[in-house]
């Protein structure tokens, strides 16, 4: 059965701490991982990472896969307040004619200021 | 910026009755989806919709659900008799290529 594990669950820091967040997934056909932050609602896209694209990065947000080891990264350097989220990684998972989403459990990350 | 949008935001309904939840998916995706999330955990796949057919379901996705893309922009998850597990955070998702999905702000289901 496909599989998203994401560690911390939890995670308390202070502003301009730099934080990682780790996803470990066991999929069928791996083609791409995805991260997502939600915050009050609902899953926000912020990468997908594919084997061609194994590193992408977004101003403080940055994200690398490791194809080898199945697992990928999420790092926020300088982190602010509003990074406050759960962070959502998940691996797609395709049978038939469309993908679907395998989610982890999430990594709430909560920035004190 | 074009995005997903779901109506109502909040649906209050009693053990047994139907509901319909509303979805607006971003007009040129082709692949539709319907998630959910009980409070407090993982966000689960429910079912997909690609071609105006079903592609994919969820063992969450029995006989008391269906959808339906009654026009060329509506997509809608019906629950035919709600009960009281039902209730959770539903999100109608789309995508062009079916790898990036975008998730709309959700409804909350709340049966009583």
């Known amino acids: 059965e496909d599989k998203v594990v994401q560690s911390p669950l939890s995670l308390v820091v202070h502003e301009g701490d730099t934080v990682t967040l780790n996803c470990s997934y066991e999929?069928?056909?791996?083609?791409?991982l995805l991260w997502y932050k939600q915050e009050k609602k609902a899953p926000t896209f912020l990468f997908m990472l594919?084997?061609?694209?194994i590193e992408k990065k977004s101003g403080r947000l940055s994200s690398i896969l490791d194809k080898k080891e199945l697992s990928s990264i999420l790092n926020i350097t300088a982190t602010q307040t509003g990074d406050s989220a759960i962070y959502l990684c998940?691996?797609?998972?395709?049978?038939?004619?469309?993908?679907?989403?395998?989610f982890g459990k999430g990594t709430k990350l909560t920035v004190n200021p | 910026e074009p995005e997903v949008t779901q109506t109502p935001s909040h649906q209050v309904t009693q053990m047994g009755q139907e509901v319909i939840l509303r979805c607006v998916p971003i007009?040129?995706?082709?692949?539709f989806y319907w998630y959910r999330q009980i409070l407090g955990q993982k966000v689960e796949f429910l079912v997909s919709f690609y071609n105006n057919e079903i592609s994919e379901k969820s063992e969450i996705f029995d006989d008391q659900f269906s959808v339906e893309r009654p026009d060329g922009s509506n997509f809608t998850l019906k629950i035919r008799s709600t009960k009281l597990e039902d209730s959770a955070m539903y999100f109608c998702?789309?995508?062009?290529?079916?790898?990036?999905?975008?998730f709309g702000p959700g409804t909350r289901l709340t049966v009583t």
């Open positions: 998702a789309s995508s062009r290529l079916s790898y990036e999905q975008y």
């Open positions: 594919t084997s061609s694209g």
């Open positions: 999929v069928t056909n791996f083609r791409s």
């Open positions: 998940a691996g797609p998972t395709k049978q038939g004619g469309s993908e679907k989403l395998v």
């Open positions: 007009s040129n995706h082709l692949y």
